[in-house]
């Protein structure tokens, strides 16, 4: 306190006034922002701090908060004196709708404004929130939900001949999209669907609380669907290869009986998906809502009120973004003719010879490779 009335007692008084009138107006506090953005052209969320080659998303927002005013310069420099965490790391590439930070700020006027006022178009703060001191995005958060936007040729079975296009998905393959889909409910030891993870791994099992296709629909005379996967987290590139292994046994690269070998601890070649169409919708805080949610001093954090703003965004920036860079630099289809190169055979012919006395005793009705897990 000394040190503190000596350093004041330096100051010009001028100074010392102007000083305590800004923490006055505006003192630190713990918020969260609701953040969405179009990923093409970023090496993901997370900043890497020192090395400029590789841009990310944190990169223009530290950049923007620091020209608003909202934190000092040496806040922007190392991160952990904002108590800055971000809920999802996004991949390269991958968009987000939904992203939520959680950090200390000055609490300015017009404070939205200013920041996105330092902001490319193409990353927007769309809502901010009062928090509890100790709050942490990353650790708080319970689930998060993504989608993955792509073109229904990816369904096409290998040995047709198929004018992309042209190319409209069908009931039934639809209805074995979401079957295969379906098999990814509960929780799986998914090492396979990432890297640097071996199977004794605790931290490869995942919960995946649902994972579903959506209706197609048409943009740009080309046909589009949606899959949306809600799971408590994800490890990184596991959303992706979730998919890439669904596309492989629908278009007939793969036997059904991988998808449940791929969760033992064998080593399972997993295709990863393009990262293009994946988007980062919404995160989840039921467990803070219900303890802090309505205790009269915080909101809960959720963005009812921010959904039109959401949907706008998406279909200005993301959507697209993922249709045009997929007709312009064909995305899904240059990844679709690498499937070939993948070896599934060796694994899945030992599945289907371990299998093949159980199926014949399992008097369950349209058995569909899900194995026998349950939610």
Not at 87 to 109: E, H, N, P, Y
Not at 110 to 117: G, H, M, P, S, T
Not at 196 to 225: H, L, T, V, W
Request: proline share 3%; net charge negative.
């Amino acid at each position: 306190e000394e040190n503190g009335h000596q350093n004041k007692r330096l100051k010009g008084d001028g100074d010392e006034e102007d000083a305590e009138d800004q923490n006055k107006k505006s003192p630190k506090r713990k918020i969260v922002l609701l953040m969405a953005y179009s990923g093409k052209g970023y090496h993901g969320m997370q900043r890497n701090v020192g090395s400029s080659q590789f841009k990310t998303i944190e990169d223009d927002l530290v950049s923007a908060l620091v020209q608003s005013g909202c934190i000092p310069e040496n806040h922007g420099e190392d991160m952990k004196k904002m108590s800055f965490q971000r809920c999802a790391r996004t991949d390269k590439g991958v968009s987000a709708a939904g992203q939520i930070v959680s950090l200390k700020v000055r609490l300015i006027d017009d404070i939205l404004e200013k920041i996105n006022n330092h902001l490319p178009s193409h990353i927007r703060i769309l809502g901010l929130k009062r928090v509890t001191g100790g709050f942490n995005s990353k650790n708080k958060c319970d689930a998060r939900t993504y989608s993955y936007m792509l073109p229904t040729f990816a369904f096409a079975h290998k040995d047709h001949d198929v004018q992309e296009e042209l190319y409209r998905l069908d009931r039934e393959t639809l209805e074995r999209v979401n079957k295969l889909l379906a098999c990814y409910k509960g929780t799986h030891n998914f090492h396979n669907f990432t890297s640097q993870k071996g199977p004794k791994d605790p931290s490869a099992k995942r919960y995946i609380m649902e994972m579903y296709c959506g209706e197609p629909f048409i943009r740009e005379n080309m046909e589009f669907a949606v899959i949306k996967v809600k799971g408590q987290s994800f490890m990184m590139h596991q959303i992706r290869k979730m998919i890439g292994l669904v596309i492989a046994i629908v278009k007939g690269y793969a036997a059904e009986s991988i998808m449940e070998l791929s969760w033992g601890e064998e080593k399972v070649d997993v295709p990863k998906a393009p990262g293009l169409g994946l988007v980062l919708e919404k995160v989840h805080f039921e467990k803070y809502n219900r303890r802090f949610g309505n205790d009269g001093l915080h909101e809960p954090l959720e963005w009812t009120e921010e959904e039109e703003k959401i949907a706008v965004f998406k279909e200005q920036y993301i959507y697209p973004t993922i249709i045009n860079t997929e007709r312009e630099e064909k995305s899904m289809a240059n990844w679709l003719n690498t499937l070939p190169i993948h070896d599934f055979n060796s694994s899945a012919v030992e599945m289907q010879t371990n299998n093949k006395n159980s199926k014949k005793s399992s008097d369950l009705e349209g058995s569909d490779g899900c194995g026998d897990d349950s939610d």
